[in-house]
């Protein structure tokens, strides 16, 4: 089966093309950024909070930003509309566990690029089962279902019989 990094890529994919505007709103290793780099798009926007994180992760293209801010900010920097956005929560594998995302700052955050998707644009959300990392799934996830049906087709895809990282997947329909 595939990896649900994989997954949340398959998702996006659809709404990727060469004019496309994609945030990647946890950069960490780069897997995503380097993800919709190979998709030939016009920009990869990123946001990472530990300079470590963006100088391991060394990707150097003309289409890629990155900014040393929390995605709780984006709206200070990004004033285009979305095609397609991706967070992965937790902390970055390899470096200071202690540095992850938190539950206030991810809702803001994905309230935030709600706003600014594009109608027919896509978001993914890769969740992870520790504990911290539960508390922030199940507040943003009661945000989810809150929203209007009519506005966002919103999907789960989970292994039912492990505990695994599970994809959320949103598309904006208007
Ligand atoms: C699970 S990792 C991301 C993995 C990454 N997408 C990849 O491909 O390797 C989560 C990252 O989010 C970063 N992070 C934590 N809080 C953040 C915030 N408020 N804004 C942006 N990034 C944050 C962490 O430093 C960490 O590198």
């Known amino acids: 089966m595939r990896s649900f990094v994989d997954l949340s890529h398959d998702f996006l994919k659809p709404v990727l093309h060469y004019q496309a505007i ?3 709103a946890t950069l960490g290793n780069g897997l995503d950024s380097r993800f919709f780099l190979s998709q030939k798009v016009k ?3 990123a ?8 100088d ?12 040393l801010m929390g995605h709780e900010h984006m ?3 990004i004033h285009q509309e979305v095609d397609a956005m991706i ?3 937790g902390y970055c594998p390899g470096l200071d566990e202690s540095i992850h995302t938190n539950v206030n700052t991810s809702l803001e955050a994905v309230k935030k690029g709600l706003a600014l998707l594009k109608k027919k644009g896509r978001m993914a959300l ?14 943003i996830e009661s945000y989810l279902m809150s929203l209007n049906s009519n506005q966002y087709m919103i999907l789960k895809t989970k292994l039912m019989n492990r505990k ?7 598309e904006k329909i208007r």
């Open 75 to 77: 709206d200070e920097v």
């Open 126 to 139: 890769v969740f992870y089962p520790h504990d911290q990392g539960q508390q922030e799934a199940q507040e």
């Open 43 to 45: 920009k990869v926007i």
């Open 22 to 24: 994609c945030v990647d």
């Open 87 to 89: 967070f992965n929560f």
């Open 56 to 67: 391991k992760s060394n990707i150097q293209d003309t289409h890629f930003e990155v900014h």
């Open 164 to 170: 695994s990282p599970y994809l959320v997947g949103i």
């Open 47 to 54: 946001f990472e909070v530990q300079q470590e994180a963006i």
